[in-house]
């Protein structure tokens, strides 16, 4: 019972998460939505520039706290909505604050620690242990596994919270830059050519911030094929 009652608030969270994704509600922030309602859209943030941008906040809180596939969609609509700088900033709020909420709910769940860990942690629990602050910052700048299973593994480790915030709201910030550049490239390009097709994703306001966030995504992969290649490197070449 006493077990159950500490899971309580994350599990309330997972099934938030599941209602959430399964009503629909994300299909509101999908292109073809965005581009059918542009201009109710964009004269709503006008005449309700705060309010528009604190809903916007809540709703990606929501979405991360739950930890539900398919936020990158809200935050494109960000980038859509609001621009790269104000997109990224509001983004990086909703984001910091939902992760947050996770942790917080994952660590009360968890308690000490003691019971056998989940298999995400088990793959973190190594690097973690020797290099606690460089290894949470390389999970949290490099997109090596989904952002809320990162938050479940690194509460069931303990990870301080200090680290933890510093970490999530640096890391997610880099990667948020270029995914509301995405979003905003999309608004830039329907502009020009008003018409929701493949030729969009052409237009340079929208490629160049897709191919860094795809170099930012590769990046485990060059890292540890480094890596593999310095320890079979014979040892006269390593000295």
């Not at 935050?75 to 790269?84: D, P, S």
């Not at 973690?128 to 952002?147: C, G, K, Q």
């Not at 303990?158 to 890391?171: H, I, K, V």
């Not at 018409?195 to 929208?206: D, E, I, K």
């Amino acid at each position: 019972m006493k077990r159950l009652r500490a899971a309580l608030p994350l599990i309330l969270l997972l099934l938030a998460g599941v209602t959430l994704y399964a009503s629909g509600a994300l299909d509101r922030f999908n292109p073809q939505h965005l581009v059918a309602h542009q201009h109710q859209i964009r004269m709503h943030i006008a005449e309700h520039p705060w309010l528009s941008r604190l809903t916007y906040i809540g709703l990606l809180t929501l979405g991360m706290a739950t930890g539900i596939p398919g936020t990158i969609v809200i935050i494109l609509a960000g980038g859509y909505a609001f621009g790269v700088v104000d997109g990224t900033l509001c983004s990086s709020a909703g984001l910091t604050l939902g992760t947050l909420i996770l942790y917080l709910a994952s660590r009360y769940a968890f308690g000490t620690g003691s019971k056998h860990p989940p298999a995400i942690v088990a793959k973190l629990h190594h690097g973690f242990e020797r290099h606690p602050v460089s290894y949470t910052l390389f999970l949290r700048f490099v997109p090596v596994m989904p952002f809320g299973a990162v938050t479940v593994g690194l509460a069931w480790l303990r990870c301080p919270l200090w680290l933890f915030l510093g970490a999530s709201w640096l890391g997610g910030t880099v990667s948020l830059v270029f995914e509301s550049s995405i979003g905003a490239g999309l608004g830039d390009a329907l502009d020009q050519d008003g018409a929701l097709n493949a030729g969009l994703l052409m237009h340079a306001s929208v490629l160049l911030p897709m191919g860094a966030l795809a170099v930012l995504a590769l990046l485990p992969l060059l890292i540890g094929r480094l890596t593999r290649h310095r320890r079979q490197a014979p040892p006269d070449r390593q000295g």
